[in-house]
């Protein structure tokens, strides 16, 4: 049974620090990985796909890997804004669901 | 292209009371899902449709719940009679085959 989970589940930086926040999924065998945000009261909204063959995918200042073998993804967040307080969530595809972690509720502050 | 829309966004029923949500995927999308977050917990999967079928129901949470998609377009999903347990956030998802799912805001129900 498919589990993922994320690390830290709360953060709270300075403006301009680089981010690394944590997924970890118990079965390697995923079909792809997903991150997205979520802000207070609002929907999901998609951040990265990274498909089963890929180790990375990139959008402006994120970055996020795929690990399969370690069953870890990282997203990268560089030179953070307060703009960028809200929770992420990864999301690992097992077959035709998803199965979300608690996510990181991270804080940027001026 | 219009995203995934879900109506209504928020809804306050006393318990024991029916509550229908509705779920527009983007058009063309043959499959829809539907997940929900209880109070303190990760989202979890629902159910999957392919058009009108039901793929895959393996997260209703008991027969109180009961969802349709007629004509393989929009879907609904009816809870009867609600408890206070059911109260969370309900997303709806669409993809195109087993592709990205792009997610609407939510249903936020509140059973009081």
């Known amino acids: 049974k498919q589990e993922v989970t994320q690390i830290p589940a709360a953060l709270s930086v300075p403006e301009g620090e680089n981010l690394v926040l944590n997924c970890s999924f118990t079965?390697?065998?995923?079909?792809?990985l997903q991150w997205f945000r979520q802000d207070p009261g609002k929907g999901l909204t998609s951040l990265l796909l990274i498909q089963s063959s890929q180790r990375e995918q990139t959008s402006g200042r994120l970055n996020a890997s795929l690990d399969k073998s370690s069953g870890r993804s990282t997203l990268y967040i560089a030179a953070s804004q307060p703009g960028d307080s809200a929770t992420y969530l990864c999301a690992a595809y097992n077959t035709d669901k998803l199965i979300f972690g608690t996510g990181t509720r991270l804080q940027v502050f001026p | 292209e219009a995203g995934v829309t879900q109506f209504p966004s928020h809804s306050v029923i006393e318990k024991g009371q029916t509550v229908t949500l509705r779920c527009d995927p983007i058009?063309?999308?043959?499959?829809l899902y539907w997940y929900r977050r209880v109070m303190g917990k990760e989202i979890k999967f629902l159910l999957h449709f392919v058009k009108e079928s039901k793929q895959d129901e393996s997260g209703m949470p008991n027969n109180r719940f009961l969802a349709e998609r007629t004509g393989g377009t929009y879907s609904t999903l009816k809870v009867q009679p609600a408890e206070l347990e059911d109260s969370g956030v309900y997303f709806c998802a669409s993809s195109h085959a087993l592709g990205e799912q792009h997610f609407g805001d939510g249903t936020r129900l509140s059973i009081l």
């Open positions: 079965d390697s065998a995923i079909y792809n």
């Open positions: 058009s063309g999308h043959d499959n």
